[in-house]
């Protein structure tokens, strides 16, 4: 599969997913970029913004299974991951799956539930496997989190540390509709549920196959100087505590390939970098001082600051 296919098929999976999700093409299409990099998604918004829907509605359009687990304080580990019990007709013990056995996981208000619980998801996140008893199982092809948090209740809820912040590809905010999008959205819902009149235009395959072909896409020495540059500038910015990790420089550079691939370019731009770097970024580092919303508001700052003064590669880009 190559770029133009790419884009194509990338196309075809926003525009199902617009006739559900009305007015929030650039966040789509930034799901889809953390999809095609084999990453996961954190979502944080007000309730009633579409954040569960776009999940279903885009498990629907690429024909994968989906599973959606509500966090509440009283989950436990196992309820997600499966468990082990005694089978007397077969007078052993067998494996019964935990919802964590699926293509798309939809983990809503995930801070609602113990850290205990929250870092279960972890090794699903990073390798696609679960491991119950001693015994690790591999997840199915393509797997990938949406993980949604409602920033306005901070009764109950146990904030997500640093480090597994730093497991979320991107983190995203849905935010409101524009007075239109909100009157068209109020027009599609007098004929019923949008979701069950979209069908799939894309196959869990597909996805697995423009995976592979986005690592493909070429990145130059020059780019990746430029990727370099922007991470160590996260850590010298006189208002970070903590900079960007490395993980999260393999993360821009992956995000910047599959953007460039859904706009059917077969090598990375600076523009590609530039496009992608807040989602990835931002939640990744720790600024100076504050509360969590006034940091999280400085975050966004010094990777804008960033991305006005590292140097832009000025060398014509070559596939």
């Given at each position: 599969?190559?770029a ?15 006739k ?5 093409r ?10 095609l ?99 690790t199982?591999?997840l ?6 949406i ?17 597994q ?19 068209e ?18 196959t ?12 493909e ?34 993360a821009?550079?992956?995000?910047a ?63």
């Open positions: 599969m190559n133009a296919d790419i884009k194509k098929n990338g196309e075809l999976i926003i525009e199902n997913v617009e559900v999700i009305v007015g929030k650039e966040i789509l299409r930034k799901v889809l970029v953390a999809m990099s084999g990453g996961h998604v954190l979502l944080e918004d007000m309730p009633g913004t579409g954040k569960t829907t776009l999940a279903k509605a885009l498990a629907k359009s690429i024909d994968i299974t989906c599973t959606r687990v509500q966090f509440t304080p009283d989950l436990l580990p196992s309820d997600l991951t499966g468990i082990n019990f005694y089978n007397q007709k077969l007078s052993e013990f067998s494996f019964r799956k935990g919802p964590l056995f699926t293509n798309l996981l939809l983990a809503d208000e995930i801070n609602r539930a113990t850290p205990r619980t929250q870092s279960s998801l972890l090794e699903s996140m990073e390798e696609a496997t679960v491991t119950v008893d001693s015994v199982y591999k199915d092809k393509p797997y990938f989190v993980a949604t948090q409602n920033p306005i209740e901070t009764q109950g809820t146990f904030p997500l540390p640093e480090a912040l730093d497991r979320f590809f991107m983190k995203l905010s849905m935010g409101y509709l524009d007075r239109n999008s909100e009157v959205m109020l027009s599609r819902g007098r004929s019923g549920s949008a979701l069950d009149s979209i069908s799939a235009v894309a869990g395959a597909d996805i697995c196959e423009m995976q592979q072909a986005v690592k896409i070429a990145v130059s020495e020059d780019i990746k100087g430029y990727i370099v540059d922007i991470i160590h500038a996260t850590r010298d910015h006189g208002n970070a505590r903590l900079g960007v990790s490395p993980r999260g420089a393999i821009l550079m992956r995000g390939q599959a953007n460039a691939a859904l706009d059917g370019r077969d090598f990375v731009t600076p523009d590609d970098v530039k496009a992608v770097a807040p989602a990835i970024l931002s939640h990744r580092i720790i600024a100076k001082g504050g509360a969590a919303i006034r940091g999280e508001n400085a975050s966004g700052k010094i990777v804008d600051d960033v991305l006005a003064s590292v140097a832009v590669p000025t060398e014509k880009i070559e596939g």
